[in-house]
């Protein structure tokens, strides 16, 4: 068996940590994600999903356990390290699209891919051919503002894509746009990560659309459960 692209093993992560006060988020949470894998993570409102994503995207440190990418060891990284793994290796989509509104979508996308060395011309190239991939090639030049709310989003998923990483982090990518068009936009990340080939591991409420990926994971009380 091909060794996880993601293994999170036995996290913990607690807020006001030894005050009167502390909050435990993650109680020994542990997953694996495999090479190709689409993994739903379903969880109630707080119950610690953006914390867990966080500290598997390698933007927050948990208090105990490891996470390992690629099968390489990642809890004693420098900030240094941490960067340069998370601008290589990992991609991430939110809720909100946050891309930048005084960029147009094409350099949305081609600034991340520059930021990582990557030439100029080749940038931008690889930039419309994802917006080609996720059909808003034809709205390259405009700014987010422009866009419609599906449009950001799809722009946003090619963004996440822009340096190939090999592991794609989704919080609730379509938690903020209406039933159709989330379930539009949902099937063009889907058939952008199939295509592509990465893994990817997608917090949703949405249990249609869990139902769709490869395998479904529960967090609650701060343990995870196959779902």
Same mark, same amino acid.
Do not use: K, N
């Given at each position: 068996m091909s060794e996880p692209v993601l293994a999170l093993e036995g996290i913990e992560k607690a807020y006001l $940590? #030894?005050?009167? &006060?502390? %909050?435990?988020? +993650? /109680? #020994?949470?542990? +997953?694996? *994600?495999?090479? #190709?894998? %689409?993994?739903?993570? @379903? =969880?109630?409102?707080g119950a610690g999903k953006s914390t867990l994503l966080h500290i598997a995207g390698l933007l927050d440190t948990a208090d105990a356990g490891r996470v390992v990418l690629? &099968? $390489?060891?990642m809890?004693? *990284?420098?900030?240094?390290? $941490?960067? /340069? =793994? /998370?601008?290589?290796d990992i991609g991430f989509v939110y809720q909100f699209h946050h891309l930048l509104p005084e960029f147009t979508a094409l350099e949305n996308i081609v600034l991340p891919q520059l930021a990582n060395g990557v030439a100029p011309g080749r940038a931008r190239a690889r930039a419309l051919d994802l917006l080609g991939r996720v059909g808003v090639e034809a709205r390259a030049d405009h700014r987010p503002a422009a866009l419609s709310g599906g449009e950001q989003q799809r722009v946003a998923f090619c963004r996440a894509l822009a340096n190939a990483p090999r592991l794609l982090l989704a919080d609730e990518p379509t938690g903020n746009l209406d039933p159709d068009? =989330?379930?539009? %936009?949902?099937?063009? +990340?889907l058939d952008l990560v199939r295509e592509t080939g990465l893994s990817a591991l997608i917090a949703t409420h949405n249990l249609e659309l869990a139902a769709r990926?490869?395998? @479904? +994971? $529960?967090l609650d009380h701060g343990v995870i459960s196959d779902g």
């Open positions: $940590r #030894g005050t009167p &006060g502390e %909050v435990v988020v +993650l /109680r #020994g949470a542990s +997953l694996a *994600l495999a090479r #190709g894998e %689409v993994v739903a993570l @379903v =969880a109630p409102s690629g &099968g $390489r060891e809890t004693g *990284l420098s900030d240094r390290q $941490r960067t /340069r =793994a /998370r601008r290589e068009t =989330a379930e539009r %936009v949902f099937a063009t +990340l990926m490869d395998r @479904v +994971l $529960r």
